[in-house]
């Protein structure tokens, strides 16, 4: 088992910057791949930003520019660096990571853009 627990999160106005991290204890050994989502009301959840064991990035269109995902392995904590945000950047925001077959999530943590 994985738990996975968010923090960062909070009221910023548009244009601020915001990092979450995604702390991970458990069974920790052979996690595949790390990420973020997001889930704005009334919309579906949509992947954010992933990082693989190989290093390897991914990020949705809307936030490519604006937000850095990384880790810190010594910490068991992913990060996401979110800047320029936007009023659309609102939404709940969930730590997800994939070990083998299987798939954890935080409880999610809110972010509201707002002026």
């Known amino acids: 088992q994985v738990q996975l627990v968010e923090s960062g999160g909070g009221l910023v106005q548009p244009g601020g910057s915001l990092r979450l991290s995604c702390a991970a204890s458990g069974s920790i050994f052979s996690i595949n791949v790390m990420g973020w989502y997001r889930q704005a009301p009334g919309k579906r959840r949509e992947m954010v930003a992933t990082l693989t064991s190989d290093g390897v990035t991914n990020y949705v269109d809307s936030v490519k520019g604006r937000f850095s995902i990384s880790r810190d392995n010594a910490k068991a904590t992913v990060y996401l660096q979110m800047n320029s945000l936007k009023p659309e950047d609102t939404a709940v925001y969930f730590c997800?990571?994939?070990?083998?077959?299987?798939?954890?999530w935080g409880k999610g943590i809110l972010v509201t853009v707002s002026s």
């Open positions: 997800n990571a994939v070990q083998r077959a299987t798939v954890y």
